[in-house]
Protein backbone atom coordinates (compact mmCIF):
# COMPACT_ATOMS: atom_id res chain seq x y z
CA UNK A 1 0.00 0.00 0.00
CA UNK A 2 2.45 2.25 1.09
CA UNK A 3 5.14 1.79 -2.28
CA UNK A 4 1.08 2.19 -4.18
CA UNK A 5 0.91 5.74 -2.85
CA UNK A 6 4.29 6.98 -3.48
CA UNK A 7 4.14 5.80 -6.91
CA UNK A 8 1.28 7.93 -7.49
CA UNK A 9 2.09 10.81 -4.83
CA UNK A 10 5.71 10.69 -7.83
CA UNK A 11 3.23 9.99 -10.78
CA UNK A 12 1.19 13.52 -9.92
CA UNK A 13 4.46 15.08 -9.30
CA UNK A 14 6.84 14.30 -12.10
CA UNK A 15 3.90 14.14 -14.75
CA UNK A 16 1.63 17.14 -13.93
CA UNK A 17 0.85 19.16 -16.61
CA UNK A 18 3.03 20.58 -19.40
CA UNK A 19 2.45 23.42 -21.16
CA UNK A 20 3.43 23.66 -25.00
CA UNK A 21 4.58 27.29 -25.59
CA UNK A 22 6.45 27.92 -28.94
CA UNK A 23 10.09 29.30 -27.94
CA UNK A 24 11.21 32.74 -30.13
CA UNK A 25 13.09 30.25 -32.89
CA UNK A 26 10.45 27.92 -33.02
CA UNK A 27 10.32 24.54 -30.68
CA UNK A 28 8.32 23.95 -28.49
CA UNK A 29 10.14 25.17 -24.77
CA UNK A 30 10.66 28.25 -22.77
CA UNK A 31 11.84 31.56 -24.05
CA UNK A 32 14.42 30.99 -26.49
CA UNK A 33 15.62 27.51 -25.90
CA UNK A 34 13.72 24.35 -26.72
CA UNK A 35 13.30 22.01 -23.72
CA UNK A 36 11.96 18.47 -23.56
CA UNK A 37 8.62 18.91 -24.02
CA UNK A 38 6.41 17.70 -27.49
CA UNK A 39 3.46 17.88 -28.34
CA UNK A 40 1.26 14.70 -28.05
CA UNK A 41 0.41 13.21 -31.10
CA UNK A 42 -2.30 15.12 -33.51
CA UNK A 43 -1.65 18.16 -31.41
CA UNK A 44 -0.36 21.55 -33.00
CA UNK A 45 0.25 24.83 -31.33
CA UNK A 46 0.94 28.30 -33.09
CA UNK A 47 2.22 31.08 -32.25
CA UNK A 48 2.53 35.26 -33.30
CA UNK A 49 5.51 37.42 -31.54
CA UNK A 50 6.06 41.04 -32.47
CA UNK A 51 9.52 41.90 -31.54
CA UNK A 52 10.43 45.43 -31.03
CA UNK A 53 14.34 46.18 -30.89
CA UNK A 54 15.55 48.30 -27.98
CA UNK A 55 18.06 49.84 -30.67
CA UNK A 56 15.96 52.53 -32.60
CA UNK A 57 18.40 52.37 -35.00
CA UNK A 58 17.58 48.52 -36.20
CA UNK A 59 14.25 46.89 -37.38
CA UNK A 60 11.63 45.07 -35.28
CA UNK A 61 11.30 42.06 -36.08
CA UNK A 62 7.76 39.36 -36.44
CA UNK A 63 7.85 35.92 -35.94
CA UNK A 64 5.11 33.34 -36.51
CA UNK A 65 5.77 29.74 -36.05
CA UNK A 66 3.45 26.57 -35.80
CA UNK A 67 4.66 22.82 -34.65
CA UNK A 68 2.34 19.67 -34.95
CA UNK A 69 2.49 16.37 -33.01
CA UNK A 70 2.25 13.83 -35.95
CA UNK A 71 3.34 10.60 -33.98
CA UNK A 72 4.10 10.38 -30.24
CA UNK A 73 7.28 11.86 -28.42
CA UNK A 74 7.89 13.82 -31.46
CA UNK A 75 6.99 17.43 -32.80
CA UNK A 76 7.76 19.22 -36.63
CA UNK A 77 7.26 22.27 -37.40
CA UNK A 78 8.13 25.21 -39.40
CA UNK A 79 9.32 28.97 -38.69
CA UNK A 80 8.91 32.24 -40.63
CA UNK A 81 9.76 35.73 -39.68
CA UNK A 82 10.26 39.35 -41.03
CA UNK A 83 13.83 38.75 -40.45
CA UNK A 84 14.89 35.77 -42.35
CA UNK A 85 16.22 35.96 -46.17
CA UNK A 86 16.10 31.89 -46.28
CA UNK A 87 12.13 31.88 -46.05
CA UNK A 88 10.89 29.32 -43.58
CA UNK A 89 13.67 27.62 -41.25
CA UNK A 90 12.08 23.77 -40.18
CA UNK A 91 12.18 21.95 -36.60
CA UNK A 92 11.69 18.53 -35.63
CA UNK A 93 12.26 17.67 -31.70
CA UNK A 94 12.31 13.74 -30.50
CA UNK A 95 11.78 13.23 -26.50
CA UNK A 96 13.79 10.09 -26.40
CA UNK A 97 13.37 9.69 -22.34
CA UNK A 98 10.41 10.45 -20.79
CA UNK A 99 10.15 10.68 -16.99
CA UNK A 100 10.34 7.51 -14.95
CA UNK A 101 10.93 6.65 -11.23
CA UNK A 102 14.31 5.70 -11.42
CA UNK A 103 15.41 8.54 -13.76
CA UNK A 104 13.19 11.56 -12.76
CA UNK A 105 13.94 13.55 -15.91
CA UNK A 106 13.67 13.60 -19.70
CA UNK A 107 16.12 13.96 -22.58
CA UNK A 108 15.09 15.39 -25.94
CA UNK A 109 16.92 15.99 -29.28
CA UNK A 110 16.33 18.49 -31.56
CA UNK A 111 17.55 20.44 -35.12
CA UNK A 112 16.21 23.92 -35.54
CA UNK A 113 16.40 26.74 -38.10
CA UNK A 114 17.01 24.06 -40.96
CA UNK A 115 18.60 23.92 -43.37
CA UNK A 116 20.21 27.50 -43.28
CA UNK A 117 23.84 27.79 -43.48
CA UNK A 118 24.45 29.77 -40.83
CA UNK A 119 22.08 29.10 -38.04
CA UNK A 120 21.34 25.41 -38.57
CA UNK A 121 21.42 24.22 -34.97
CA UNK A 122 21.80 20.43 -33.08
CA UNK A 123 21.12 20.58 -30.06
CA UNK A 124 20.22 17.65 -27.03
CA UNK A 125 18.06 19.22 -23.63
CA UNK A 126 16.59 17.82 -19.99
CA UNK A 127 14.16 18.72 -17.95
CA UNK A 128 13.63 18.03 -14.04
CA UNK A 129 10.79 18.49 -12.66
CA UNK A 130 12.42 20.27 -8.68
CA UNK A 131 9.26 21.00 -7.32
CA UNK A 132 5.03 20.92 -8.14
CA UNK A 133 5.19 24.59 -9.29
CA UNK A 134 8.91 24.36 -11.13
CA UNK A 135 10.91 23.00 -13.60
CA UNK A 136 14.76 23.23 -14.92
CA UNK A 137 15.63 22.81 -18.36
CA UNK A 138 19.61 22.06 -19.33
CA UNK A 139 21.07 21.09 -22.69
CA UNK A 140 23.71 21.95 -25.11
CA UNK A 141 23.51 23.23 -28.55
CA UNK A 142 25.40 23.54 -31.45
CA UNK A 143 25.24 25.55 -34.13
CA UNK A 144 26.64 25.36 -38.07
CA UNK A 145 28.47 28.35 -39.72
CA UNK A 146 31.43 28.46 -40.68
CA UNK A 147 32.77 26.57 -37.84
CA UNK A 148 30.64 24.82 -34.97
CA UNK A 149 29.98 26.43 -31.89
CA UNK A 150 28.73 24.92 -28.92
CA UNK A 151 26.54 26.47 -26.41
CA UNK A 152 25.07 25.77 -22.46
CA UNK A 153 21.62 25.95 -22.27
CA UNK A 154 20.06 26.78 -18.55
CA UNK A 155 16.20 27.84 -18.29
CA UNK A 156 13.61 27.25 -15.66
CA UNK A 157 9.68 27.54 -15.75
CA UNK A 158 7.43 28.57 -12.75
CA UNK A 159 3.87 27.96 -12.28
CA UNK A 160 2.72 31.30 -9.87
CA UNK A 161 -1.08 30.14 -10.91
CA UNK A 162 -2.90 27.95 -13.11
CA UNK A 163 -3.04 30.91 -15.61
CA UNK A 164 0.49 32.82 -14.70
CA UNK A 165 3.46 31.14 -15.66
CA UNK A 166 6.84 33.07 -15.21
CA UNK A 167 10.23 31.66 -17.41
CA UNK A 168 13.84 32.40 -17.56
CA UNK A 169 16.65 31.22 -19.44
CA UNK A 170 20.39 31.70 -20.43
CA UNK A 171 22.73 30.65 -23.08
CA UNK A 172 26.47 31.04 -23.68
CA UNK A 173 27.81 32.40 -26.77
CA UNK A 174 31.19 33.02 -28.08
CA UNK A 175 33.63 35.30 -26.54
CA UNK A 176 32.34 34.72 -22.96
CA UNK A 177 29.42 36.54 -23.92
CA UNK A 178 25.96 34.88 -22.62
CA UNK A 179 21.82 35.86 -23.45
CA UNK A 180 19.38 35.99 -20.64
CA UNK A 181 16.00 36.53 -21.47
CA UNK A 182 12.77 36.65 -18.65
CA UNK A 183 9.01 36.66 -19.75
CA UNK A 184 5.95 35.51 -18.61
CA UNK A 185 2.76 33.92 -20.24
CA UNK A 186 -0.91 34.48 -18.86
CA UNK A 187 -3.92 31.99 -19.90
CA UNK A 188 -6.75 34.64 -21.75
CA UNK A 189 -10.09 34.08 -22.70
CA UNK A 190 -10.35 30.14 -20.62
CA UNK A 191 -14.15 29.94 -21.70
CA UNK A 192 -13.67 31.20 -25.21
CA UNK A 193 -10.66 28.94 -26.21
CA UNK A 194 -10.65 26.44 -23.69
CA UNK A 195 -7.58 27.87 -21.76
CA UNK A 196 -5.96 26.76 -24.72
CA UNK A 197 -4.94 30.32 -25.17
CA UNK A 198 -1.81 32.48 -23.94
CA UNK A 199 -0.46 36.15 -24.00
CA UNK A 200 3.29 35.89 -23.71
CA UNK A 201 5.46 38.67 -22.54
CA UNK A 202 9.49 38.81 -22.54
CA UNK A 203 12.65 40.55 -22.55
CA UNK A 204 15.50 39.12 -24.85
CA UNK A 205 19.46 39.81 -24.07
CA UNK A 206 17.69 41.25 -21.04
CA UNK A 207 21.40 42.61 -19.86
CA UNK A 208 22.61 42.82 -23.43
CA UNK A 209 25.82 40.70 -23.08
CA UNK A 210 25.14 39.25 -26.73
CA UNK A 211 26.12 39.14 -30.22
CA UNK A 212 22.43 39.51 -31.11
CA UNK A 213 20.59 42.71 -30.17
CA UNK A 214 17.70 43.27 -26.99
CA UNK A 215 14.08 43.04 -27.63
CA UNK A 216 10.76 43.34 -25.89
CA UNK A 217 9.08 40.69 -27.16
CA UNK A 218 4.93 40.37 -27.08
CA UNK A 219 3.01 37.88 -28.83
CA UNK A 220 0.30 34.94 -28.21
CA UNK A 221 0.60 30.83 -28.01
CA UNK A 222 -2.23 28.64 -28.92
CA UNK A 223 -2.93 25.11 -28.84
CA UNK A 224 -5.44 22.52 -29.56
CA UNK A 225 -5.70 18.99 -30.92
CA UNK A 226 -6.59 18.64 -34.63
Do not use: C
Not at 20 to 41: D, H, M, R, V
Not at 55 to 76: D, V
Amino acid sequence: MKKALTSIILTLILQSTSYAFISFYGPTGLLKIPTTETLNAKEYNVSSDLAINTNKNNSSIHMYAINIGLIKNTEFGILGSSDLSEGVYLNAKWNIKPYSEKIPFKTAIGIKNFPSSDNSDLYIVGSKRIHKDTTIHFGNSNKFSNKIHSSILLGTLYTYTQTILFAGDISSESNNKYNLSLGFYINIFQKKFNNNLYFKGAILNLIKNSNEDSYISLGINYENFM
